[in-house]
């Protein structure tokens, strides 16, 4: 299982998910540009002193991630989809996508892929969730799925 962020801009997100990462042994990609410095505090603080211990790659393009492994299933995570993210079965080689926190995912690979978009479902009056939220959510049923890493 691999979590990407693509541009992500709050270092405090990165840092959780990071933490989060290091918790569930998942890889973590992050697309540059990025809104923060990597080794800046707020990673530091959110990551705790976990952050030595993550698997992280920097990359500049989401191809690079893709081209890694040709064969995985890559899931767009984005308010626009239609398809709930429980509505999947997923494996341990896919790769969630997730957008930044401002922008979300790029209008083009949305439409380009619109048949692996994926939502978490929302009902009250907020535009998304805060995606280290978002990506606790999703990970985690995967790895519910999966049998929690058993």
Not at 32 to 59: C, Q
Request: hydrophobic share 35%; net charge negative; charged share 25%.
């Amino acid at each position: 299982m691999k979590v990407v962020l693509y541009q992500p801009e709050i270092p405090q997100n990165t840092g959780n998910i990071g933490r989060l990462c290091v918790a569930t042994k998942t890889t973590l990609y992050l697309i540059r540009p990025l809104g923060f410095h990597i080794d800046s505090k707020e990673i530091e603080r959110s990551g705790l002193d976990y952050w030595k211990d993550l698997d992280l790659k920097l990359v500049d393009r989401l191809d690079e991630v893709i081209v890694e492994s040709p064969h995985s299933q890559v899931w767009y995570l984005s308010t626009k989809g239609e398809r709930l993210y429980t509505d999947v079965a997923y494996q341990a080689s896919d790769i969630l996508v997730f957008g930044s926190e401002g922008h979300g995912l790029p209008a083009e690979i949305l439409s380009k892929n619109r048949e692996s978009i994926l939502k978490i479902p929302m009902w009250g009056p907020t535009r998304s969730l805060n995606l280290a939220t978002s990506v606790g959510v999703v990970l985690y049923e995967a790895y519910r799925q999966m049998g929690f890493g058993d």
